[in-house]
């Protein structure tokens, strides 16, 4: 797929891997509607990015948002020809320990967000001559992570929505694809880091450039899924399927994060 000319909506757009990405998309010549809970900071990118820009501010967890953003987009530029579901939320902490209210809100923006948006944007996506879905979920969906319930939860129902999505959708022009990265150097992860269970450091740390590249693969090819890095999914995968496998290697893999935590606090306090 070439995305030059190609209306784009591109959810959690107001910093990390949706700045970036919608940074991107206008170097490639798509015309992008940057969406995101923080309207000045929404407001602010858009402006940055010129006139193939328009900034909706949206809660995705509130499905009249959901309408809006999509009939907004469809009012200015015309049409919709892709989607990247990418914000997303975390509340860390045992199930004990995190409120009912922590837990629906991760629900309701990791995975009902992306499962209305895909429905509302369908009949659009179909009228295209191209058309994509690209939902950003995690390897926390491919492995259950303890600590990060709710949101391992949110992510493995994101990643067999997108699945199950794509294989309905075959023999359509409409790809829907699903990026599971690991650890990324944003502020979802370091802003919180503390919080963080030791296990998410013992994985390569990538880039929001890193998840954007997969990303844009995912337009270009209609690949079902990317895992970053690729070698990270193979073992998460592993371990899910080996559950003895898992048991034997935590205390390894908590060693390992445990040290490159340190090294990211470190880091943190540094730039302080």
Do not use: W
């Amino acid at each position: 797929m070439n995305i030059q000319n190609k209306i784009i909506i591109v959810t959690g757009a107001s910093s990390g891997v949706g700045e970036t990405c919608a940074k991107q998309l206008i170097q490639a010549g798509a015309k992008v509607v940057v969406a995101a809970r923080s309207k000045d900071a929404l407001e602010k990118l858009a402006e940055a990015l010129g006139p193939n820009a328009l900034a909706v501010p949206t809660d995705v967890s509130d499905l009249a948002n959901c309408q809006a953003l999509v009939d907004k987009t469809i009012e200015h530029f015309g049409g919709l020809d892709i989607l990247i579901n990418n914000a997303g939320y975390h509340a860390r902490g045992d199930v004990a320990e995190i409120s009912i209210e922590e837990m629906d809100q991760i629900i309701d923006v990791n995975l009902k967000g992306p499962m209305r948006l895909s429905k509302l944007a369908l009949p659009h996506l179909l009228k295209a001559s191209e058309g994509a879905i690209v939902n950003v979920a995690s390897l926390a969906g491919r492995i259950p992570v303890s600590g990060e319930t709710s949101y391992s939860t949110s992510k493995f129902g994101l990643r067999a929505f997108s699945i199950a999505m794509a294989e309905e959708l075959d023999e359509t022009s409409v790809s829907v694809s699903v990026v599971s990265p690991g650890p990324i150097d944003t502020g979802f992860i370091m802003d919180d880091i503390e919080h963080v269970p030791d296990l998410v450091f013992s994985q390569p740390m990538s880039t929001s450039e890193d998840v954007v590249s997969a990303i844009l693969a995912c337009i270009y090819d209609g690949k079902v899924e990317r895992a970053i890095p690729a070698a990270s999914g193979v073992l998460a995968t592993a371990a899910y399927l080996l559950p003895a496998l898992k048991r034997s290697l935590r205390p390894v893999l908590d060693k390992k994060g445990k040290k490159s935590k340190e090294k990211y606090l470190e880091r943190n306090l540094s730039a302080q």
